[in-house]
């Protein structure tokens, strides 16, 4: 195979597209790949596609991947046919997007990059402009969405998250019941909702059934005032994580005085099945102790038992639950157990619907690329 023959093979080539003239410029440094179609070509309308003849042609170029260490640029007159239905219409090009002037393996590679680093990064080891790549990565971003449906949420989840790198708060959009992230809005502040239907008006608010949080003052009156038909609720993830605040903030307050407590936090957030040996043993010797934090690990013991309780028993257990812990003489448990009297009918409305944001955690694990990119196309200070 000639290098004409191997370059189409690399570009994608079909008739009657064909190499024209590859040039390489040593003093440059880059090679010119010029394509051109021979003279009475005809190519397929874009709408109907009945083959058409060529109406007018404009020399272009695109920036290809590199030959080596060598820059790439690829030239090609893009042109529009004359179709005898649809008139003049423009050909797309087998090797770029419309109106992109980088090709398609370029943008690919691009798209891989992000995934590793921040735009800035990749705009710099590449020798283009950041505000190129971030027209790729919103193309792609931007097609990736229209394929999803998001019109049919009815039960969203909402959560705080936080880039602690850049000490920016975020509050993450996501589909409880199909398990993915719908939109990244940066703030946590009521009118995060707001942006959110704004930015995405196919969901029809009326059509949320359930809103599932933590018990934010600011989420609850977000939620009430732009989503008013919804019920929001605040399942066992979310009271669990709540209640782990509380017992954390009761643990960094003792572990200064007991060495014991250093580094435990994982170890009282775990389910004690999912503790390794060493730390089932911490737990233990943690639980024969008298303090603070251990009474509080009972609280976090006994209010893990609602859930697995039948339905009718779950009002009264809960109700003395939160009588209980109000007698605890622990601020931090009584501020919670508060805060589980005020809302408790979202608690179980969580329970009767049997709505479980547990997903969140495992989404933000598995797809941290992607919420990266979301975040740097919706979110452009992170
Ligand atoms: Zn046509």
Same mark, same amino acid.
């Given at each position: 195979?000639?290098?004409?023959? $191997?370059?189409?093979?690399? $570009?994608?080539?079909?008739?009657?597209?064909?190499?024209?003239?590859?040039?390489?410029?040593?003093?440059?440094?880059?090679?010119?790949?010029?394509?051109?179609?021979?003279?009475?070509?005809?190519?397929?309308?874009?709408?109907?596609?009945?083959?058409?003849?060529?109406?007018?042609?404009?020399?272009?170029?695109?920036?290809?991947?590199?030959?080596?260490?060598?820059?790439?640029?690829?030239?090609?007159?893009?042109?529009?046919?004359?179709?005898?239905?649809?008139?003049?219409?423009?050909?797309?090009?087998?090797?770029?997007?419309?109106?992109?002037?980088?090709?398609?393996?370029?943008?690919?590679?691009?798209?891989?990059?992000?995934?590793?680093?921040?735009?800035?990064?990749?705009?710099?080891?590449?020798?283009?402009?950041?505000?190129?790549?971030?027209?790729?990565?919103?193309?792609?971003?931007?097609?990736?969405?229209?394929?999803?449906?998001?019109?049919?949420?009815?039960?969203?989840?909402?959560?705080?998250?936080?880039?602690?790198?850049?000490?920016?708060?975020?509050?993450?959009?996501?589909?409880?019941?199909?398990?993915?992230?719908?939109?990244?809005?940066?703030?946590?502040?009521?009118?995060?909702?707001?942006?959110?239907?704004?930015?995405?008006?196919?969901?029809?608010?009326?059509?949320?059934?359930?809103?599932?949080?933590?018990?934010?003052?600011?989420?609850?009156?977000?939620?009430?005032?732009?989503?008013?038909?919804?019920?929001?609720?605040?399942?066992?993830?979310?009271?669990?994580?709540?209640?782990?605040?509380?017992?954390?903030?009761?643990?960094?307050?003792?572990?200064?005085?007991?060495?014991?407590?250093?580094?435990?936090?994982?170890?009282?957030?775990?389910?004690?099945?999912?503790?390794?040996?060493?730390?089932?043993?911490?737990?233990?010797?943690?639980?024969?102790?008298?303090?603070?934090?251990?009474?509080?690990?009972?609280?976090?013991?006994?209010?893990?038992?609602?859930?697995?309780?039948?339905?009718?028993?779950?009002?009264?257990?809960?109700?003395?639950?939160?009588?209980?812990?109000?007698?605890?003489?622990?601020?931090?448990?009584?501020?919670?157990?508060?805060?589980?009297?005020?809302?408790?009918?979202?608690?179980?409305?969580?329970?009767?619907?049997?709505?479980?944001?547990?997903?969140?955690?495992?989404?933000?694990?598995?797809?941290?690329?992607?919420?990266?990119?979301? $975040?740097? $196309?919706?979110?452009?200070?992170?």
């Amino acid at each position: 195979m000639d290098s004409e023959g $191997l370059f189409s093979k690399l $570009l994608c080539l079909e008739e009657p597209w064909k190499i024209k003239e590859i040039r390489f410029d040593h003093n440059e440094k880059r090679v010119d790949i010029t394509i051109d179609f021979p003279r009475g070509s005809k190519f397929p309308c874009p709408v109907c596609h009945e083959s058409a003849g060529v109406h007018d042609t404009t020399e272009r170029t695109w920036r290809h991947l590199n030959i080596f260490q060598y820059p790439t640029y690829v030239h090609a007159r893009e042109l529009r046919i004359l179709c005898s239905e649809h008139g003049k219409k423009t050909v797309d090009m087998p090797w770029a997007s419309r109106g992109s002037g980088f090709s398609l393996h370029f943008e690919a590679m691009i798209v891989e990059m992000c995934r590793e680093m921040p735009p800035l990064a990749v705009s710099r080891m590449i020798g283009i402009s950041d505000d190129s790549v971030w027209r790729i990565l919103r193309h792609y971003v931007e097609e990736a969405r229209k394929e999803q449906d998001i019109s049919d949420i009815s039960v969203p989840g909402v959560d705080e998250f936080s880039v602690e790198k850049h000490h920016v708060y975020a509050t993450l959009f996501y589909d409880i019941r199909n398990s993915r992230i719908i939109h990244i809005e940066e703030g946590k502040e009521s009118e995060v909702f707001l942006r959110f239907l704004q930015k995405n008006p196919f969901i029809d608010p009326k059509g949320i059934e359930h809103v599932s949080m933590d018990m934010d003052p600011s989420f609850i009156s977000g939620a009430e005032k732009y989503i008013p038909d919804s019920q929001i609720v605040f399942d066992h993830f979310h009271v669990i994580k709540m209640m782990n605040d509380a017992l954390d903030k009761i643990r960094r307050k003792e572990a200064r005085e007991n060495v014991i407590l250093k580094g435990t936090r994982y170890t009282l957030f775990m389910n004690p099945d999912k503790l390794s040996e060493k730390q089932k043993e911490k737990l233990k010797d943690i639980r024969k102790l008298d303090l603070q934090v251990t009474h509080a690990y009972h609280f976090k013991e006994s209010l893990q038992r609602l859930w697995s309780l039948r339905n009718e028993m779950v009002v009264d257990y809960l109700a003395k639950w939160i009588s209980w812990a109000r007698r605890s003489r622990m601020p931090e448990i009584i501020r919670l157990a508060k805060s589980m009297w005020r809302h408790m009918e979202g608690i179980l409305e969580a329970i009767r619907s049997g709505i479980s944001s547990g997903i969140v955690e495992g989404l933000k694990k598995q797809d941290p690329y992607r919420i990266q990119a979301v $975040l740097w $196309l919706q979110c452009p200070r992170i």
